[in-house]
């Protein structure tokens, strides 16, 4: 435990602000949408950040950066141009420049996050997990105490809808599983971690998350050898917690009759209209002159839609649909810089991240883009790892060669 404070609440700098707004994230104040206090306050830091001269990106890690902002310069310039296209129209939705200040602004997190890694290198690595722990020990903890909100059968904690838990769990999940490869963490944090998260998503109803979460706990095993006794005994133990848990707990027996609920709800929807309808994608089908340079956010009174007056249901629809070709362009070289050089596993823990935003819409959500920013970090850390390897096995090979060369020389000095 005074490992983990060290790392956290104890840490060193700047690295106590970065745990400070991971463990205060989860906890929304305001409306969806609007600034919660752990934004304000990375506002603040990150300002204080820059002013105080210490922003410093290089290599892998500025290319990360400067392809999303490649990203977030023409999603500006989309929708300035639809936002001047439509002077003297109905204009339903937020205003341009609020679209584009989100994806400036998890940028700035993200560049954020690089910085403290350069500047802290493993200590980041330890803040970011463990920090993450803590603030879903506290969501859960604190839940038994304070009235949480949710929407009905759906829990949702202290977040403002049930999808933002499900997510959060995820990515959350996400993060502790790719760091862990590259620090010295007990593998009860690990199991603990499953745990946490997947109770998370539980409380959420959220299928896509805890589909996902079966799949980030076979990665997991296949990762670290399935085959070994510890992960075998892991198994059983999880295994048998989870069915014990679902099957024979009064939590479990409110988990089937919501998700249950939840089926029945979904069933209720007319025949005819589709998962693509429902989501939004029908406006790529109606309107497919959009998709050439974008249609921008907002004003979706434009569109002719299921869902009038509202954003698509879908982070992957609404890059290819708002920003077109060339943004799914720039979107797609963005992800290639996050993953190139890294082994399948890493590859497949991303998978679920972006699985996910097919049908939900979490582009604005912060952590999604914090967890993208491990993988980069890994990447170097690897490099690093790599680097450590040749050098010392170069220091053996000349160790070698130089006994060798040695040898004759005593041979010598005993005949004589």
């Given at each position: ?149 949710g929407e009905g059968i759906r829990g949702s904690l202290f977040f403002t809808n049930p999808n933002q838990l499900g997510y959060y769990s ?117 309107h497919p002159e959009y998709m050439v340079f974008g249609a921008g956010e907002g004003g979706y009174n434009r569109f002719d839609t299921f ?55 979490g582009l604005r959500f912060t952590i999604f883009w914090v967890a993208l920013m491990m993988f980069p970090i890994i990447r170097v850390e ?35």
């Amino acid at each position: 435990m005074l490992d983990i404070f060290k790392h956290t609440l104890g840490a060193k700098g700047w690295l106590r602000a970065w745990a400070i707004y991971l463990i205060a994230f989860p906890f929304y104040f305001f409306p969806a949408g609007s600034a919660q206090p752990s934004d304000i306050f990375i506002v603040v830091m990150i300002g204080l950040y820059v002013v105080a001269r210490k922003f410093n990106l290089s290599g892998s890690l500025m290319e990360s950066f400067s392809r999303f902002m490649r990203f977030c310069v023409y999603i500006t310039i989309v929708n300035l141009g639809v936002f001047i296209s439509l002077l003297g129209e109905a204009n339903k939705g937020l205003p341009w420049f609020v679209f584009s200040a989100f994806y400036f602004y998890n940028l700035f997190v993200m560049g954020f996050a690089l910085s403290l890694y350069r500047q802290y290198g493993k200590r980041f690595l330890y803040t970011t997990v463990y920090s993450c722990l803590i603030a879903a020990a506290l969501q859960i903890t604190l839940s038994f105490f304070l009235e949480t909100g949710g929407e009905g059968i759906r829990g949702s904690l202290f977040f403002t809808n049930p999808n933002q838990l499900g997510y959060y769990s995820l990515c959350g999940l996400a993060i502790v599983l790719v760091l862990e490869t590259m620090i010295k963490l007990p593998k009860l944090m690990v199991y603990l971690g499953f745990f946490l998260f997947s109770y998370l998503a539980l409380i959420s109803v959220s299928k896509a998350a805890i589909g996902a979460m079966v799949i980030l706990f076979g990665v997991y095993l296949l990762a670290n050898g399935i085959l070994s006794t510890r992960n075998i005994f892991a198994l059983i133990v999880v295994g048998g917690l989870g069915v014990f848990g679902l099957t024979k707990t009064e939590f479990g027996a409110n988990f089937q009759k919501n998700l249950e609920a939840r089926n029945l709800n979904e069933a209720d929807r007319p025949e005819e209209i589709t998962e693509w309808q429902y989501r939004g994608y029908d406006r790529i089908s109606n309107h497919p002159e959009y998709m050439v340079f974008g249609a921008g956010e907002g004003g979706y009174n434009r569109f002719d839609t299921f869902i009038e007056g509202h954003e698509m249901h879908s982070s992957f629809g609404t890059i290819v649909f708002c920003y077109g070709i060339p943004g799914t362009v720039l979107f797609v070289m963005f992800i290639f810089s996050l993953l190139k050089k890294l082994p399948w596993y890493y590859v497949v823990y991303s998978l679920p991240l972006f699985a996910y935003g097919v049908t939900h819409m979490g582009l604005r959500f912060t952590i999604f883009w914090v967890a993208l920013m491990m993988f980069p970090i890994i990447r170097v850390e690897r490099s690093k790892l790599k680097f450590v390897k040749m050098y010392l096995m170069k220091k053996r090979e000349k160790e070698r060669v130089e006994a060798l060369l040695n040898k004759p020389n005593l041979l010598n000095h005993n005949i004589s």
